[in-house]
């Protein structure tokens, strides 16, 4: 064949495919989500093979293996007792509960650990839900806002880093920057779950947490997942807030909205791989029928290639011990 141009010629070695490749994967993109409990037990999680709900003890040397490996960063789930959840979720905001005594020992064991902490009422809720639940079923809106920017201010005395308001309600960018520059939190980062799907692939993780909503859906909050202009609506408003960063939630199903995110703001960008996602590839590599590390790989990857500046993974720890 007369054929000049052979793109072949660009993929002929590893040599060359390493100069032309155009989407890089470090350590250094990822974020770790570690699940924590009271108590001095490590109790693995069944529906997430591989991950563990850690004692704050365990949390600090988990947390502080995988940022030896380089991750920058962690983000907190608690289960809480149930003895502790209520209908107005009041745990959320105590200084001395699990999430900022967890805070606390992380900055001092590893005071370059960026600490993100999730900003939701559902682990402290007996409802179940994000926000706090009227008698008629509802999820209110306002109200669950104000309770959510104690919940912030709890965590930043505590020494967060970052906050990350998983709970899609309306207006809580603006009143939880608002909240924290009154009291002098200015540094205080807010990485806001902007576009979060109501998404069957958080099953697994919602067994991790028993968080579970007891009645209803969360559909009335989190996003329908048939839509995506939806979710430029909801990046211009949590830019106009003061987000620093914006998440996307899941990511594999959803690279669509993280390439149109990427195309309309400036903003550093975040995709979430979750729960299902997670256990997908650890369900498919524990039948034998695929390859783990190179499945791990091929998802990260295709996250970052689709614009992800940053990806959470309960794969952050494993990755970084094997990419190199
Ligand atoms: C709740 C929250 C959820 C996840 C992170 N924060 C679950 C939900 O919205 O029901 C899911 C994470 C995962 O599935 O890995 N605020």
Avoid at 107 to 118: G, Q, R
Wanted: hydrophobic share 40%.
């Amino acid at each position: 064949m007369h054929l000049p141009i052979r793109p072949r010629r660009n993929r002929q070695s590893p040599a060359i495919r390493d100069l032309v490749r155009e989407t890089e994967l470090t350590p250094g993109h990822l974020i770790y989500p570690l699940f924590l409990q009271e108590g001095s037990e490590n109790t693995p999680i069944a529906s997430m093979p591989g991950c563990t709900r850690w004692s704050i003890p365990g949390l600090v040397k988990e947390a502080g293996e995988a940022h030896a490996l380089g991750v920058p960063a962690v983000v907190l789930f608690p289960r809480i007792p149930d003895e502790l959840k209520t209908r107005g979720a009041e745990a959320c905001h105590a200084d001395d509960g699990l999430v900022p005594r967890a805070i606390r020992a992380l900055k001092s064991a590893h005071p370059t650990l960026t600490v993100i902490t999730d900003v939701a009422l559902d682990p402290y809720n007996s409802d179940g839900h994000d926000g706090l639940v009227a008698d008629d079923g509802r999820i209110l809106n306002d109200e669950t806002v104000a309770v959510l920017c104690q919940q912030a201010l709890c965590h930043a005395r505590a020494g967060a880093d970052i906050v990350s308001p998983s709970d899609m309600m309306d207006g809580r960018v603006a009143a939880l920057r608002a909240a924290l520059d009154a009291v002098g939190f200015q540094a205080v980062s807010i990485m806001s779950y902007t576009a979060k799907y109501a998404s069957a692939y958080y099953g697994p993780f919602r067994g991790a947490l028993d968080s579970a909503p007891k009645a209803g859906d969360k559909k009335t909050y989190q996003m329908d997942p048939a839509n995506s202009r939806e979710a430029l609506r909801e990046a211009a408003l949590d830019e106009a807030e003061g987000a620093d960063i914006l998440m996307v939630k899941p990511a594999g199903p959803y690279l669509d909205i993280i390439s149109k995110l990427r195309a309309s703001t400036t903003l550093p960008i975040a995709a979430y791989q979750v729960s299902g996602e997670y256990l997908m590839i650890k369900a498919g590599a524990a039948g034998g029928w695929i390859d783990e590390t190179k499945i791990m790989n091929e998802s990260l990857i295709g996250i970052r290639r689709a614009g992800a500046d940053m990806i959470l993974t309960y794969f952050a720890k494993q990755w970084s011990a094997s990419w190199r």
